[in-house]
């Protein structure tokens, strides 16, 4: 897929890559890629590790050259510059920030190479480190700065060359998950204050979701679909989007009737779903399907008048409640199939005294099931 | 109590060996050593001690010649050595991948497999007279009469440096192997080119590894006996020669052991004062190589 995040003509863009593609040998890591990113955007790569998004990034870096296409930065092909004149900077995984030097000096770094005055390069340190919550931090080591702290260094770092972007390579796969959740709103307001275009790679959809303007899914090389957060998520272009980002219950079965409307499908346990048709590839009667639906677009109910007037339904009983606060679910099976179904449970306490092998009664809106043409590859990540 | 004695004991004959190997095999032997060199044999069979052994080698510009003579071109053949030594440590470690990587080491190491008098034997073929190198020059027309390259400081230079590669090697590849590709990375990335990130960020890193390199090394070829006799034969003027000639040719053991225990002061002095001027400390050196 090689639609653009906005219609602006090109020169808008402060990156952009034209029919990318990398190839090893035989295996293609990355096959025609195509989209850029306006300027002040927070643009997420999300993928499954091994998809190519990594290679994407080295190759807008510059250690890795593409075998076709093109990259642009601020509408000038940059394929002939190498990596140190390049106006992009990354943020390594590992952060590589250099342990023989101090914060300061970390941060000056490339200040040096630039050929800043002194005083000017002081100047701007401070105000980078005063930026960053660490005004005082500046002759520490690195060793004794945490990784949350060691994180901001590595931006910062990158940021006071006030490069046209910022190239994060899943930069916060090494810290606990608190601190990855505390750096996730850190680091947006870091890109907020510094008024800066960010391409953030990662294999975690709720950093990408939380975090991004825009996403651009991307699997086995290529680009499934490039949205807001909330397009991928309420308006998934195919299968793979579906099931990667969210949770979502999935049915494969067949195709039994086809109108206007939507899809009649007999899932291969035999129940029969109605759903509406989804993505790009047309649906045919007799053709195989997958059907997602969102744990929160089931209602759960005890009374089952509740769910009478939705389009499925289903008997169940509970196997056992997950608890997780706002985000607990309800793991339900169902009394005909035995399948089983992943259900949002309200807190609003009506479910607080809900008992193991319970019977209840699940249902959900036609509109609610997305039915999308089966291909051969399975997605990954839905759970 | 009596378990606190059987761990004294425990650690008492766990140290013995130790305690054996340096009491009997190092500490005695100087110490023996250094009582010969403070006497004087004023008569057959009688001694008296003195510093006269001492005085000698400071009154006899020959001896603290060779011996300024020796330390110079034992620092020249380390800091070549490491010269040449970097590149190839860098292109080991961090251009490699894989097999080739374990092959190339291999390699450096393949020379010691033979004595290393059957190693300079190998070069006095190669450069002599009658060598391969003179038959060569003179087939190609280069030269018109044989050439012979033995016996001169350059001949030393290359053998001791030869010698010392795989000293240089090995510390280095251990210590370069542990950069992360990253960081050579990340100082392209944020503007620096080829100098600036082997100054800035791979020479720091591998810092230990060239002061323990470095140490070896220089001790090593300010030790070394046969390659600079072999190879610079008797103009080759190396101070262990003149050890071994006062206790060999001259049978004088005293200045002999005199002029053994100035090379000691001076081997220790060169080296902490290459830690002073690299602000590295010997134990962080011998930990993290």
């Not at chain 1, 897929?1 to 293609?28: K, P, W």
């Not at chain 2, 004695?5 to 054996?20: E, N």
Request: net charge negative.
């Amino acid at each position: 897929m090689s639609e653009r995040v906005d219609s602006e003509s090109t020169d808008t863009f402060d990156l952009e890559c034209r029919n990318l593609a990398r190839q090893y040998g035989h295996f293609i890591a990355v096959d025609n890629v195509s989209f850029g990113v306006p300027q002040g955007d927070f643009f997420s790569i999300l993928g499954p590790s091994g998809c190519g998004k990594t290679t994407i990034l080295r190759m807008m870096a510059g250690f890795d050259q593409p075998t076709s296409g093109d990259i642009l930065i601020k509408g000038k092909s940059v394929l002939d510059v190498p990596p140190n004149r390049r106006p992009v900077n990354m943020v390594f995984q590992q952060l590589a920030l250099f342990p023989m030097m101090t914060v300061a000096e970390n941060i000056a770094y490339g200040l040096v190479r630039k050929g800043l005055g002194k005083s000017d390069i002081a100047e701007k340190v401070q105000s980078a480190l005063d930026r960053i919550g660490l005004p005082t931090s500046g002759d520490k080591s690195i060793k004794q700065l945490s990784g949350g702290q060691q994180q901001r260094v590595a931006i910062a770092r990158c940021l006071v060359l006030e490069p046209a972007a910022l190239l994060l390579d899943e930069p916060l796969g090494a810290l606990d998950l608190k601190l990855r959740e505390h750096m996730k709103v850190e680091l947006k307001k870091m890109q907020d204050q510094f008024a800066t275009t960010f391409v953030y790679i990662t294999h975690d959809q709720s950093e990408a979701l939380v975090m991004s303007n825009h996403v651009a899914v991307m699997n086995e090389g290529r680009f499934e679909q490039i949205g807001t957060p909330q397009d991928l998520y309420y308006h998934p272009d195919t299968a793979f989007v579906a099931g990667f980002v969210g949770d979502s219950n999935r049915w494969h079965g067949k195709v039994e009737s086809l109108d206007k409307d939507g899809v009649k499908v007999v899932s291969a346990d035999g129940v029969e779903l109605l759903a509406t048709s989804a993505g790009d590839a047309p649906l045919v009667q007799g053709g195989e399907v997958d059907i997602f639906v969102r744990p929160e677009s089931v209602v759960l109910s005890i009374d089952e008048d509740r769910v009478s007037t939705m389009e499925n339904r289903i008997d169940g009983e509970l196997i056992s409640i997950l608890f997780n606060g706002a985000n607990s679910r309800a793991l339900i099976r169902d009394r005909r199939t035995g399948g089983e179904l992943d259900v949002a449970l309200p807190q609003t306490g009506e479910f607080s005294s809900l008992a193991r092998g319970q019977h209840v009664h699940l249902g959900w809106g036609m509109s609610q099931a997305k039915a999308f043409t089966a291909k051969n590859t399975t997605a990954g990540g839905a759970q | 109590m009596k378990l606190r004695t059987s761990a004294q004991l425990g650690l008492f004959l766990l140290l013995a060996p130790i305690l054996v190997w340096l009491v009997a095999l190092i500490i005695l032997p100087h110490a023996d050593m250094f009582l010969v060199s403070m006497r004087e044999k004023v008569a057959l069979r009688t001694y008296e001690f003195s510093v006269a052994n001492y005085t000698e080698f400071f009154t006899e510009p020959l001896y603290w010649r060779t011996f300024a003579r020796t330390a110079i071109m034992s620092i020249l053949a380390t800091i070549l050595t490491l010269l040449i030594g970097f590149p190839v440590a860098y292109y080991i470690a961090k251009m490699l991948r894989g097999r080739l990587k374990g092959f190339l080491f291999l390699l450096c190491l393949v020379p010691f497999w033979v004595s290393e008098l059957v190693r300079t034997f190998g070069w006095m073929i190669l450069l002599r007279e009658s060598g391969l190198f003179s038959g060569v020059l003179q087939w190609t027309g280069l030269a018109d009469g044989p050439v012979e390259m033995l016996y001169n400081d350059a001949t030393i230079m290359v053998g001791l440096v030869y010698t010392s590669m795989l000293f240089m090697v090995v510390p280095l590849v251990s210590t370069l192997d542990s950069l992360d590709d990253a960081q050579v990375e990340a100082g392209y990335d944020l503007g620096g080119n080829a100098f600036t990130v082997l100054r800035q960020i791979i020479i720091p890193h591998a810092m230990p590894g060239i002061v323990s390199g470095c140490i070896v090394v220089f001790m090593l070829t300010l030790g070394n006996y046969l390659t600079p006799v072999l190879l610079g034969g008797k103009d080759s003027l190396w101070f262990t020669a003149q050890i071994y000639t006062q206790f060999i040719t001259r049978f004088n053991w005293e200045l002999g052991a005199a002029f053994g225990f100035l090379l000691l002061a001076l081997s220790s002095m060169i080296i902490w004062a290459g830690l002073k001027i690299t602000r590295q400390t010997f134990t962080e050196t011998m930990g993290e190589a």
